[in-house]
């Protein structure tokens, strides 16, 4: 009718006395959409009360089955070989306490989804959050207990999500003091001699540092910075490194290099790879912060002053075609969740 009224179009029925011509004809209209559209509500109001009610006996109510389940009779009923996979994820995530580590380590093994589609971040973030495992359904953010069977045990669950709640900077710092040599090899000295990790325990603390080789073989006067702190000059690097990595002048050498090299990617993508990875750069397990420090560093030299660092273009179009390899299969995992 609002399409007619849009067009000046009056409409006439043949088999019943109605004419929107008249004033009766359109009052007798109005009264009849007033009474679909009250009808219309009033069954809305119940399906959504229906399907509460069934969702607070914990009924399974229809759609996306999630992995490690089948549907029988209305009812979710574990499938062990998927059941199988869903408690090694939450059993690994555990261990290594960073999705994105997780993700690369699953895709490197080939782990798929129902659908064959290479597990990603987004996908275990999902699974990891996903309270049917614990044998429990959620409605308008209510948890109410299941009909199913659990997969995942509530205590690991619980250690699951006391690892999530976690502040992204406080895992990765966790996890980095249990690897004391993020810039093993890269750091030197202002007498040009190459400053070596150490660590030592006092009373259950870690101290990690770095320390002029120089200084350990000959003595203290061989050079004017006898050590620093790792956190410290860690913070320092990757910070500085961050900041490089989006600058316009590093952008055009890592593209310069990587068309020398015919790696056949523009300008365009490698700023946006580049920029890109500023954020992913805290959900990086600090084996593969390590991995990716040494691929861009070339070489670090400290001074009294402060630091200087050289970058290896070459390796920073290394990594941009790691990420364009591993864009694909994401993409095809995110539209499987």
């Known amino acids: 009718m609002e399409i007619f009224d849009g067009n000046e179009v009056t409409f006439v029925s043949v088999t019943q006395s109605f004419n929107t011509t ?7 209209l109005n009264i009849l959409l007033s009474f679909a559209q009250f009808e219309r509500e009033v069954i809305g109001e119940r399906i959504r009360d229906k399907f509460a009610a069934s969702r607070r006996k914990g ?19 574990i499938e062990d070989e998927e059941a199988a996979k869903i408690r090694m994820i939450f059993e690994r995530f555990l261990q290594c306490g960073s999705a994105t580590h997780l993700a690369r380590r699953l895709h490197k093994e080939g782990v798929t989804t ?10 275990l973030y999902k699974l990891l959050n996903n309270r049917v495992y614990i044998g429990e359904v959620v409605h308008k953010g209510t948890a109410y207990p299941g009909e199913h069977e659990p997969i995942v045990a509530r205590d690991l669950w619980d250690k699951v999500h006391s690892t999530l709640a976690k502040n992204p900077r406080q895992r990765a710092a966790r996890s980095r ?11 030197f000295a202002p007498n040009g001699r190459a400053m070596s990790p150490t660590h030592t325990r006092k009373k259950g603390r870690l101290y ?6 120089s200084v350990v073989k000959v003595g203290p006067e061989t050079c004017p910075v006898r050590r620093i702190p790792a956190g410290e000059i860690e913070r320092a690097v990757v910070n ?9 002048e590093i952008i055009v050498q890592t593209w310069a290099a990587a068309r020398a090299g015919d790696l056949g990617f523009s300008e365009g993508e490698v700023r946006e790879a580049l920029i890109c990875f500023d954020p992913l750069w805290e ?18 030299d400290v001074d009294v002053d402060g630091i200087s660092i050289r970058l290896r273009t070459e390796g920073l ?13 994401q993409k095809v995992a995110r539209s499987t969740t």
């Not at 008249?22 to 007798?28: I, K």
């Not at 990690?208 to 080789?213: A, D, G, P, Q, W």
């Not at 959900?283 to 670090?300: H, S």
């Open 240 to 248: 500085q490194l961050r900041l490089l990595l989006r600058s316009p």
């Open 22 to 28: 008249t004033s009766m004809g359109r009052l007798t």
């Open 177 to 187: 003091a249990q690897t004391p040599a993020l810039l093993k090899g890269l750091l």
């Open 59 to 77: 009924m399974w109510m229809g759609g996306y089955v999630p992995l490690g389940y089948r549907v029988e009779n209305r009812k979710l009923v």
């Open 114 to 123: 129902r659908s064959g589609r290479l597990v990603d971040r987004n996908f």
């Open 208 to 213: 990690r540092n770095y320390v002029t080789t």
């Open 283 to 300: 959900e990086l397990f600090p084996a593969e912060q390590a991995r990716i420090v040494q691929l861009l560093v070339e070489r670090i």
């Open 317 to 329: 179009a290394s990594l941009i075609a790691e990420l364009r390899q591993e864009a694909p299969a």
